[in-house]
């Protein structure tokens, strides 16, 4: 049996049954541990109506009541006076007799058992004085006692049986239904098609089924997401290698058919391409060592203010050619554990994009702040790296993918600038693997700012 919805409504089914047993026995055995108690209240009344009705009416009288008290009851009872002499009429039985003269030998009330039989006798005082005995014969129904009315005990057994079963019908159907429709989600997500969802097969299921196919949707969201970077990442990177190749191949065409100066200028331009490709491949390499696996983090302490002055330094060195500076307008002496050349890599790669895009004869900024923690909102301390360049900015629509590995808002004039797109990546990566994050807007006056938030360990002043 392989089916969960059949083993699961079979078992419901099979305890629902063993439930009806179980109560079915516990009825027959409170009843049978019962018996004496219920039968002797209630003969202790029929006995003082029959000692009436034999003071007052006689013999006749008395064997009538007990009748019609037989066939209301099903108790066969007989009534004695206080010699043991039956009043009735009634024929005796050897064990009623015996009952009688066991109660007159000593006893308020004698209680027996047979195989099939209880035998009840009790003494009877009425109001004029007079003792009379009362004996009970009731017959135990032989087999199980079911709880239905014996006249139809079948077709409420029936009823009982359907009602059962489909209510673990439709239990074991409210199980199951989500497995199922995980498993069909599943097998279209392994037959390749990565849209498969089961979030909105699951209507509004709150429970831990419905967890389960919410976690599901968001594994296959994120394969998916994945498999379409894998597939943007190769096209973009096959052509970012094949244009510095092209621009190889023509130049070493130039140098085979030219000479002198031109044959300078072609081999320069093939050193040039040839630099481009090696900066390419290990920024490829850089990011996929990032994207791979969480590189295990140093636990060196790295001063960002020190930090942020060597990057700063290197780079306004490089902008003097440009006509552009890079200056330090705000720091903090702040101390971070990580590792110190990923964070280097990470504000160096901002810093070079600033300077990239800022307009000539401006400045790159760059400030260091932090920020204490805020114990109502159970905040972390952090930091806040900002870069801030004076460009043209970053259409709005463009501003969360600029972290994407080889996106550019403008495809022209990001080649032109030298940049290939995956200096920004390479920093979001470095910046989540310290556990913090990085943002970039538009300001106001002009130009893009980008925030390095990283949580502080431990802070110097």
Not at 40 to 55: N, R, S, V
Not at 253 to 280: F, K, P, V, Y
Request: with cysteine; aromatic share 6%.
């Amino acid at each position: 049996m392989r089916s969960l919805f059949l083993k699961i409504f079979l078992w419901f089914w099979l305890a629902m049954a063993l439930v009806v047993l179980a109560h079915s026995l516990s009825t027959m055995m409170v009843f049978d541990k019962g018996a004496k108690g219920f039968v002797g209240g209630q003969l202790t009344m029929y006995g003082l109506a029959a000692a009436e009705k034999y003071e007052q009416q006689g013999k006749a009288t008395t064997d009538d009541y007990l009748s019609l008290l037989e066939r209301k009851t099903r108790i066969h009872a007989f009534l004695f006076d206080e010699n043991g002499n039956e009043l009735s009429g009634r024929k005796l039985s050897p064990k009623a007799q015996e009952m009688v003269q066991t109660l007159i030998a000593g006893g308020e009330e004698n209680f027996n058992q047979t195989a099939r039989t209880d035998y009840l006798a009790k003494w009877i005082d009425t109001q004029s004085g007079k003792r009379f005995i009362i004996v009970s014969e009731s017959e135990r129904p032989t087999g199980i006692r079911l709880p239905f009315w014996p006249g139809v005990w079948w077709a409420q057994l029936i009823a009982v049986l359907l009602t059962t079963g489909l209510l673990c019908y439709l239990l074991a159907r409210y199980l199951t239904s989500p497995i199922v429709k995980l498993r069909a989600a599943t097998q279209q997500l392994a037959a390749g098609d990565l849209s498969a969802r089961v979030g909105a097969a699951n209507g509004k299921r709150r429970d831990e089924l419905a967890d389960l196919g919410r976690d599901f949707d968001n594994m296959a969201e994120r394969l998916q997401n994945l498999l379409d970077s894998q597939r943007r990442l190769l096209h973009d990177i096959s052509h970012e290698l094949r244009s510095p190749l092209t621009r190889q191949k023509i130049a070493l065409e130039l140098a085979r058919e030219s000479e002198g100066e031109e044959t300078e200028w072609a081999l320069e331009r093939i050193e040039r391409e040839a630099d481009r490709l090696n900066e390419l491949i290990n920024q490829l390499l850089t990011l996929a060592r990032l994207e791979s696996s969480t590189p295990v983090i140093r636990d060196e302490s790295v001063n960002l203010k020190h930090l942020l002055d060597e990057i700063a330094l290197d780079a306004n060195f490089e902008a003097s050619n440009r006509n552009r500076t890079v200056r330090v307008v705000a720091s903090e002496d702040c101390v971070v554990t990580g590792n110190r050349q990923l964070l280097h890599s990470a504000i160096e790669n901002v810093v070079r994009n600033a300077l990239s895009y800022t307009a000539e004869g401006t400045e790159v900024e760059i400030s260091l702040r932090s920020e204490d923690k805020d114990e109502s909102q159970e905040e972390t301390s952090k930091v806040i790296i900002s870069v801030l360049d004076r460009g043209t900015g970053v259409p709005q629509a463009a501003l969360a993918n600029i972290f994407r590995p080889f996106y550019r808002v403008a495809d022209a004039r990001d080649r032109q600038s030298g940049g290939i797109g995956i200096g920004l990546s390479i920093t979001q990566r470095a910046v989540q693997i310290h556990g913090g994050i990085v943002l970039a807007s538009n300001v106001p006056s002009g130009g893009l700012l980008v925030k390095i938030i990283l949580p502080v360990t431990s802070k110097q002043r």
